[in-house]
Each structure stands twice: as C-alpha cells, then as structure tokens.
C-alpha cells in the first residue's frame, strides 16, 4: 500500500470537514500523518493494542489508516482506541476491503503482517479472519455511525486478480467513523426497548399489503373472466 491517508484525504468531503476539528491523534501513521498538527503514534511510541497505557489525554478526534487489520485483536483495540475520544469527537478509521484488496485470500497476498480482513457486513466471510465493520462497531458505546463507505476510487476491477493496485492512487479499503455521544445512548436504548414491537409492526404491515395486493390481483383477474 501506497501512502493512503494523503490520497484518501482528496475524498474528504462535508463530513470530514467537521470530523477533523480541534485536538487530535493519528495512531500508526508512519511517515503520513494525516495533518501535520496532529499528535503521531506509531510503534515507537508504544504498543497500540494497548494504547491507553501509553496516552493518557482525549481528542476531539482519533484517525487510524490501515493499521487496525495489524492489531491482535481489533474488538478490543477498537474499545482502548475509543477510549481516547472525548464526547462529542469522533473515531475516523481507514481498513482494507477483503474483496478489493485482499483478492478474497488470507493470508494477504500483499502485505503478511495483516491478521484480519473486513467486510461491511458479511453472513459469510470471505476469509476465516473476516470483521464485519458492523459487527465490530456495535460494541462501541454511545456510539453514533456517521459514515460505512467502500472506497474503490480509481479500482480497475478488470485487473482484479491482477497486483496491488494501491501502490498508485487507487484506494481499495472501507472507511467508517462514528461519533461519541452520550446523549445518543437514551435514543439507542428507547429503540431497543421497542425494537419487538417494531419489528412486529413492520411484519403486520408486510402482512396487510401483501394481503392488499393479493386482493388487486384477484380483483383484476375475475374483471378479465366477466369482459
């Protein structure tokens, strides 16, 4: 892979715009941080599987480029990388697609320090080292998703089972960021609550236009029968 936060950074948008506002971190940026004001965490500053030992402080903002498909277990190092967000900031995060990067194949091809690979949402992954981004997002507390986009900008998928394309200036990963946010808790669990009669709500009303459009197709066919 090339130097994906400053490439990625062309496709920043209004989101981005109010995401990266005020204090924050970039955890294993290397050499490409994705602002040079942020604070840079990579593995000379210390372990990032457990990175609350090492930083102590909160940002308004936590940014990781393809570094969590590195970490030994990305449920709980996403929990120790959240931890780091004050409320009301956000985690902004950049992982490989397994379709687009990793060709459907573990280990990677490209690069054999990957430990996973990630997916939207999958029923089935693609490797037996598959996270769904869903999934793994769901342990997050107070967490609002703002933003779960596969990212194919300039992917040739006629080379598909071709080299690694991200050398250059295509991106083949998913970006997904959420917001921390305390008041969101109350919204989350009145949905979860109600999430029963919900679901019962939308199958009686499945049921009923169902039932609805059975009746207009019977109607239509005895019209035809009395013509």
């Known amino acids: 892979m090339g ?8 496709y920043f948008g209004i989101l981005e715009k109010k995401v990266f506002n005020g204090k924050g971190i970039d955890i294993g940026c290397g050499k490409d941080p994705v602002f040079k004001d942020v604070k840079s965490f990579d593995v000379q500053d210390g372990d990032a599987n457990e990175i609350t030992n090492y930083v102590k402080e909160k940002f308004d903002f936590v940014f990781s ?6 970490m030994k277990n990305p ?3 996403i929990k120790q990388w959240y931890q780091l967000v004050k409320d009301k900031g956000y985690l902004y995060i950049f992982v490989p697609d397994e379709d687009l990067y990793e060709k459907r194949k573990f280990p990677s091809k490209y690069n054999d ?4 690979t990630f997916s939207v949402l999958k029923q089935t992954g693609a490797t037996l080292r598959t996270i769904n981004i869903i999934e793994l997002l769901a342990i997050l507390p107070d967490a609002r998703i703002m933003k779960i986009e596969t990212q ?8 598909a089972n071709g080299g690694d394309q991200t050398l250059g200036n295509t991106t ?25 009669l919900k679901n019962l709500y939308y199958l009686i009303n499945c049921f009923f236009v169902n039932i609805l ?3 207009n197709i019977m109607t239509s066919k005895l019209r ?3 013509r």
């Open 113 to 116: 320090d990957h430990k996973w």
């Open 75 to 77: 449920f709980y190092t």
């Open 152 to 159: 194919d900008y300039n992917y040739d998928y006629n080379l």
């Open 3 to 10: 130097n994906e936060a400053t490439k990625s950074k062309v």
């Open 224 to 226: 035809s029968l009395f």
């Open 213 to 215: 459009i059975l009746i």
């Open 172 to 196: 083949a990963q998913i970006c997904f960021c959420v917001q921390k946010n305390k008041d969101y808790k109350n919204i989350d669990y009145k949905f979860k609550e109600n999430r029963i």
């Open 65 to 70: 480029s393809h570094c969590l498909e590195h």
